[in-house]
């Protein structure tokens, strides 16, 4: 069975640009998670779905990140413009609702904001 | 103050220690207590979970809850080589899928 997979594995954009990532989580994993994993630091949850809709996004910085989850399936995250300090790893993660210890995470896309 | 707090080590030892890794939390909401292992450049992978208190033990793999002391523990026997990477701890509350995460353990186990 595939895992979470996540692109792109690297990314280095320059300061306000603009920035994508993408996530396909594991086949039959109703929930969806986003992370931001800072460096030396534990992940930290950005937004939460469950199926299409996001039933946790008060850790997601809205002036500047966005997120959407087509047909419950895959999804991206963006940022724009992107600053300094969002240089860090972002990691998808998939489960099934109600398993609530299980969460299976991809190999998370590093950014580098120069 | 955080609400799951980890050493961040680093922890070295020799190949064949036993490797004691803690956390310790604040929120006694929490019930599912995990354990992830994280290689360098990789995402976390699920080693194990504990749903409240008591032990689990998987091969060489130990996980300990105390919920009276807000402790939990992670024992590693015979460790290897193969066994160097990040740790984190990891919670949640019942009812709720966010996963609140410590900072991580860098061990590095030597041959």
Same mark, same amino acid.
């Given at each position: 069975?595939?895992?979470?997979?996540?692109?792109? @594995?690297?990314?280095?954009?320059?300061?306000?640009? *603009?920035?994508? /990532?993408?996530?396909?989580?594991?086949?039959?994993?109703?929930?969806?998670?986003?992370?931001?994993?800072?460096?030396?630091q534990? *992940?930290?949850?950005?937004?939460?779905?469950?199926? %299409? %809709?996001?039933?946790?996004?008060?850790?997601? *910085?809205?002036?500047? /990140?966005?997120? %959407?989850?087509?047909?419950?399936?895959?999804?991206?995250?963006?940022?724009?413009?992107?600053?300094?300090?969002?240089?860090?790893?972002?990691?998808?993660?998939?489960?099934?609702?109600?398993?609530?210890? %299980?969460? /299976? /995470?991809?190999?998370?896309? @590093?950014?580098?904001?120069? | 103050?955080?609400?799951?707090?980890?050493d961040?080590?680093?922890? =070295? !030892?020799?190949?064949?220690?036993? !490797?004691?890794?803690?956390? $310790?939390?604040?929120?006694s909401?929490?019930?599912?207590?995990?354990?992830?292992?994280?290689?360098?450049?990789?995402?976390?992978?699920?080693?194990?979970?504990?749903?409240?208190?008591?032990?689990?033990?998987?091969?060489?793999?130990?996980?300990?809850?105390?919920?009276?002391s807000?402790?939990? =523990?992670?024992?590693?026997?015979d460790?290897?080589?193969?066994?160097?990477? $990040?740790?984190?701890?990891?919670?949640?509350? $019942?009812?709720?899928?966010?996963?609140?995460?410590?900072?991580? $353990?860098?061990?590095? !186990?030597?041959?």
């Amino acid at each position: 069975e595939a895992g979470v997979v996540q692109s792109p @594995r690297y990314k280095i954009i320059e300061k306000k640009q *603009p920035v994508a /990532f993408w996530c396909n989580p594991i086949s039959g994993h109703n929930t969806l998670y986003w992370y931001r994993q800072n460096l030396g630091q534990g *992940p930290e949850l950005l937004i939460r779905y469950e199926n %299409e %809709e996001a039933v946790d996004d008060s850790q997601l *910085p809205k002036d500047r /990140f966005s997120a %959407e989850r087509l047909k419950g399936v895959d999804s991206t995250l963006k940022i724009q413009p992107a600053e300094l300090g969002d240089s860090a790893v972002y990691l998808c993660a998939s489960g099934i609702r109600d398993r609530e210890a %299980e969460a /299976f /995470f991809g190999q998370g896309t @590093r950014l580098t904001v120069v | 103050q955080k609400e799951v707090e980890q050493d961040p080590g680093p922890l =070295s !030892v020799p190949e064949g220690a036993i !490797v004691s890794l803690n956390c $310790t939390y604040s929120n006694s909401a929490f019930q599912y207590f995990m354990w992830y292992r994280q290689y360098s450049r990789k995402g976390p992978e699920l080693l194990m979970y504990t749903y409240s208190s008591g032990n689990k033990e998987d091969g060489r793999f130990t996980a300990q809850v105390d919920k009276s002391s807000k402790y939990i =523990s992670l024992f590693i026997r015979d460790s290897q080589p193969s066994d160097s990477a $990040t740790y984190l701890c990891a919670m949640r509350k $019942t009812g709720a899928n966010n996963l609140f995460f410590g900072t991580g $353990t860098r061990l590095t !186990v030597i041959p």
